[in-house]
């Protein structure tokens, strides 16, 4: 378990003395993305990185961030027969805390995400990103991932799973909701296979 995980110093030594300034420059941008988003496949990273950064991500950058177990790279069924090369993205606790630290606002998947609930937040993303909408990070994730309360003042929801009224109950004792509004998501979910796991950062091409 521990050859998956880095401590805080060592995060600070990542950033300080080991990795190149052009590095520095490329991780803490991808680092960035993810924290607003908590879980995003290469294709999304790749098209939000351009649109943030006015750049193309080099994708050996995401690789060195995940081989430094700065983020995690999850592959579509790994190690069954229907394993795809599909990945997602996701930070590592630590990255998180790390950030947190520092004072940069960070999303975290709950961890009672299974296949379902990530296919609803990899759902929830891309129809975040075609609407330009962002997560409200004041206000936590609803742990089954069923809606998505955003900057925008609109809550996105999967009726299939929760309706407003219930969402409306569950958002009282929030102070920061104020006047919103209610968007179902109508696109076709984005699946995310139920034997897709995380790949050990020593296995990472």
Excluded: W
Aim: with cysteine; charged share 25%.
């Amino acid at each position: 378990m521990d050859t998956r995980i880095i401590n805080q110093n060592e995060l600070d030594i990542l950033f300080f003395e080991e990795f190149s300034q052009n590095q520095v420059h490329h991780i803490t941008k991808i680092l960035l993305i993810l924290a607003q988003y908590a879980l995003l496949s290469t294709d999304m990273l790749m098209q939000l990185y351009l649109k943030n950064c006015d750049e193309k991500m080099g994708l050996s950058f995401l690789k060195r961030a995940v081989k430094e177990k700065l983020i995690i790279e999850f592959k579509e069924n790994l190690e069954t027969s229907e394993e795809k090369c599909q990945y997602y993205y996701a930070l590592k606790s630590s990255t998180v805390f790390y950030l947190q630290q520092n004072r940069i606002p960070c999303i975290k998947m709950p961890f009672v995400a299974g296949y379902e609930e990530k296919s609803r937040l990899l759902t929830f993303n891309s129809y975040a990103i075609q609407r330009n909408f962002t997560l409200n990070q004041q206000i936590p994730l609803d742990l089954n991932l069923r809606f998505f309360v955003t900057n925008q003042k609109v809550i996105c929801y999967f009726r299939d799973y929760i309706d407003p009224e219930k969402i409306r109950g569950q958002l009282q004792k929030c102070e920061d909701k104020g006047e919103i509004k209610f968007e179902e998501i109508l696109m076709p979910l984005l699946e995310i296979g139920q034997y897709t796991r995380a790949i050990h950062p020593k296995d990472v091409d």
